[in-house]
C-alpha cells in the first residue's frame, strides 16, 4: 500500500437534512477545515472533545449542528460508561476525530453519496470507511472491558458490543458501533489496520482504566476498582448510627389509590438489557404521580390556625426536621425531591429510551437507597435528607421485592410530639386544618365524579387520618369514605 503525503482536508461539513431512511447525514465538502467561531459550539468541543479543541483558533471539519448531535449522543455513551473517565476519554476521541478531525481525509474515506434534499444540489455522505490503528482500538477495548453499567452489575459491553463483554473482540465492538447498533445514523465501516504509513489511519494516546484522565483541558480520577480491577479499591465510609429513636412523633398518613389498576410495560435500553422491560403497578402512572405531587404540595402547605388569635401554623412550624431543614415527609416524590421537574426527567435518542422516572424509581426501590441515579442525575434521598424506605411510601404490592407493583401510594407526614401544651395546640391546629382540606377534596372528588369528570383530580380515591381525626371522630383510626374500595 503506497502512503498517502497529501495535506488532510475534510470529508464532509455541516448536516444535509434527512435520507430516505430517514436518517440525518452530512453535507459532502472537500475543502480545508473551517474555523469554528460559534462559543456555544466552542464550548461543547472544549468539554467533549477537547482533543480537537484549540482556543479561538480552533479549525474542524464539524458544524456547530454536528457537534450539538455528537455531543447529545456522547452523552448517551456517557450513561454506559461515564463512571470510567478514561474509557468515556477512549470513545470520545474516537467519535470526535471522526466527526471533527480537521484533516478527515487521511483516515475516513466516502464510500457512498447521496442527493440532499435539504439543499437541492449538495451532495451527502451515506456511507463512510473509517480507518484505525490497530492497537487504537485494542487500547479502547481494553480501557472498557470491565467497566459496569453505572449502579448495576452489568457489563457495559454487553450493550456497546452487541455480545458478552467477556466474548467482545475489537473486530466485533467496531463492527457493531459502526454496523449494527441502532443508533448509528449511516454505515461506518471501520477497518483496523497494522499499517505504518502515519498519514493513512487515525491514532491517538489512550487513557488505561488505572490512569486518571489529565490532559490540558482535563482532569478526572482513574476508574473505580469495580470497574477496573488494575485500580486499587477505596476504602467504604463508616455507617451513621440511626438518630431519631427517642422522639415521639404524631402522623399525618393519606393512602392514595388511583381508579384505573391496570399495569404497564416499559421498555429500556439499559441492564438487565440491552433492552430490558419493566413492569410496573396502577401506582406507577406518570399522570397519576402527577396530580399525587400536586395534592402533597397543596397539603405541606397548609396553614392551620390557633385560637384564640387565629395565629397562623404552617407545618414547618411543628412537623419533624431530622436534618433541621425540611419536614420528615415519607413519600415515593421524595425520590424526586418532591420536584416536578425531576420526576420529568428522562434521558433517550430517537430510537431508545434509556432512563425516566420508574428507572429511577426502580434504583431507588431496589438498589442502595442512598444511591445517585447517575443516569439522570438525580439522587434517591429525601429533601429532608432521610432515606426512604419502598416499604414505606408504597401500598398493595405483591411482596417486598416487588414494590414497584403497587396499587397505591402512602404519604406519612410526621409532626414532632412534645409535653408542652401550646405545642400539641399547635400541631392539632394544623391537623385539623389538614382534616378540613382533605374533607374539602373528597366532596369536590364526589361532585366530580357525579358529573362524570374523572380526569380532573377525581380518578384516585384518598384515605386519610391522622390524631385529629382519631380524637375526635371514633378514638380510633377513621378512614374518608368507604373502607370496602381498599383493594
Ligand atoms: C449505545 C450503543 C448501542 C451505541 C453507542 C455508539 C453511538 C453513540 C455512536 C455510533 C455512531 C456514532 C455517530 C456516527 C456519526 C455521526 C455524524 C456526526 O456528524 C455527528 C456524530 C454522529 C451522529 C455519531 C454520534 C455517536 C454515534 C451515534
Redesign the pocket.
Known sequence: MNCIAEDGHCI?YE?CGRNAMGRVT?CYYNGAALQLTNKEALKTLKSMCSMFYNGPDTYTC?APD?IR??SD??V??KL?FGDCPSCFYNFRSL?CS??CHPQQSHFITVREFGNSTLYPGKQTVESITNVLADDFAQRILDSCRDVLYPDSDQHSLD??CGRPYDRCTKESLFNY??LD??????P?YFNLTNNTCQNNYYNQSTFQCNEPVHTQYENQPMCDHSDCPKAPPKPSPPDVPGKYSNISIRMTELIIVPDNQTFQTHYY?SPPGPLSEIVVGPALDLNFLTQVLDLQTNILNLEGYLPPDNISVRLTDICLKPSNTNCAVFSVLQYFQNSRDNLNKSIGDDFFLYADYITHIFQCSTKKPSLNDTLLNLSCFSDFGGIIHPTVVFSNYPNTKHTIEAKGLVITIIIENSNKPEKIQKAEAWEKAFINYMQNFTAIQDSLRAEKRLNELANFTVYYSNEHSIKNELNTMIWSNNQSNIK
Open positions: 464532509w448536516e452530512n464539524c454536528q448531535r455528537l449522543q456522547l448517551l455513551i454506559l467519535f471522526m466527526t450493550t456497546m458501533l459502526g447498533n441502532p443508533s448509528q445514523p449511516f461506518i435500553l
